[in-house]
Nanobody, 120 residues
Framework: QVQLVESGGGSVQAGGSLRLSCAAS????????MRWYRQAPGKQRELVAG???????NYADSVKGRFTISRDNAKNTVYLQMNSLKPEDTAVYYC??????????????WGQGTQVTVSS
């Protein structure tokens, strides 16, 4: 029973910061990729950032230089540090992970989302 639980969302003024976290639990053998997506009202879901065990992280152009993704393998947790927030960052942020469990091969799992609201 895999679960991804996001936390750290909230309301902040433009220029402020928030730190999101996503913890994966269950009979997890391997996590290959962890990502953050977001979806604003009336818009399609978009990839914000991703990180793997090798190579470097990747970011959407709209957040590059402002957001930082990191991963704690011992805790099966991924973080998203968001600085210099803008009103256009307002969205529901979703955690996504590609992982293998004791019972199934690699597949994608999703969290329920956490709301981020940035005021002008």
């Amino acid at each position: 029973q895999v679960q991804l639980v996001e936390s750290g969302g909230g309301s902040v003024q433009a220029g402020g910061s928030l730190r999101l976290s996503c913890a994966a639990s269950g009979s997890i053998l391997t996590i290959s990729v962890m990502r953050w997506y977001r979806q604003a009202p009336g818009k399609q879901r978009e990839l914000v950032a991703g990180v793997t065990g090798i190579g470097g992280p990747n970011y959407a152009d709209s957040v590059k230089g402002r957001f930082t993704i990191s991963r704690d393998n011992a805790k099966n947790t991924v973080y998203l540090q968001m600085n210099s927030l803008k009103p256009e960052d307002t969205a529901v942020y979703y955690c996504n992970a590609a992982l293998r469990t004791a019972w199934s091969p690699f597949k994608d799992y999703w969290g329920q989302g956490t709301q981020v609201t940035v005021s002008s």
